[in-house]
């Protein structure tokens, strides 16, 4: 997994960044993470938190036609929890998700 660096999202320097990629994968187990490629090839793997997630938590599943999909996605830091409920570690979490016009 590669972390990236991260630029700034909105004017007041809040500590949430927004990221541009396409989805490639979605996958659960004690989480659930959403895959982006980025800019440069790089790879950004973070917990789906945004609203958009919950229906695709539910199912354990992403439809088949959001693979692919240009986003910008606002990055902030979540909680990765183990079976059991109790917190592992910090890690970063997709809190909202903006498709592109083209795409949707």
Known sequence: MMLLALL???AQGEDK??????????HCGDNCYLVLD???????IALCTAPQ????????????EVIGARVNVR?????????????????????????SAEDY
């Open 75 to 99: 990055v902030e830091e979540g909680l990765q929890f183990d079976s059991g409920g109790n917190v592992m570690a910090a890690f970063p979490a997709i809190a909202n998700i903006h498709f």
């Open 8 to 10: 700034p999202f909105g």
């Open 53 to 64: 997630c919950e229906s695709w938590i539910v199912n354990g599943a992403i439809p088949p």
């Open 17 to 26: 960044v927004g990221i541009d990629g396409v989805i490639s994968d979605f």
């Open 38 to 44: 980025t800019a440069g090839g790089k790879e950004l």
